[in-house]
């Protein structure tokens, strides 16, 4: 069974920085497709980007993009997502997933992924 999980949420001021970490057991890392989402209250998950399983394929969205830098290493089993110049608009709970072979690339819809964590809260205060 693969079991994902997720950490370094928490509060911090607008304009500050936090990195997110995220590992996979139960299966090999190198198989997975990776991706970020976060859901905000009241609203629906949403992609925030994802990463191939070799890491060539990285895709973000529109609202992080420039600001936030997504990237793994196989050889420890992580995934990170470096989170720069928060805005309160970033506050939401962040979740890493996880999907087994599907290819060079990666996927931004939250329906191709079979594995989630619990989730970690990010809190941006203006």
């Known amino acids: 069974q693969v079991q994902v999980m997720e950490s370094g949420g928490g509060l911090v001021q607008a304009g500050g920085a936090l990195n997110l970490s995220c590992t996979a057991s139960g299966t090999t890392f190198d198989d997975l497709t990776m991706g970020w989402f976060r859901q905000a209250p009241g609203k629906e998950r949403e992609v925030v980007s994802c990463i191939s399983r070799g890491g060539s394929g990285i895709r973000y969205s529109d609202s992080v993009k420039d600001r936030f830098t997504i990237s793994r290493d196989n050889a420890k089993k992580t995934l990170n997502l470096q989170m720069n110049s928060l805005k309160p608009e970033d506050t939401a709970i962040y979740y890493c997933?996880?999907?087994?072979?599907?290819?060079?690339?990666?996927?931004?819809?939250?329906?191709?992924?079979?594995?989630w964590g619990q989730g970690t809260q990010v809190t941006v205060s203006s």
């Open positions: 997933a996880a999907v087994k072979n599907l290819g060079p690339w990666c996927s931004e819809s939250r329906y191709e992924y079979d594995y």
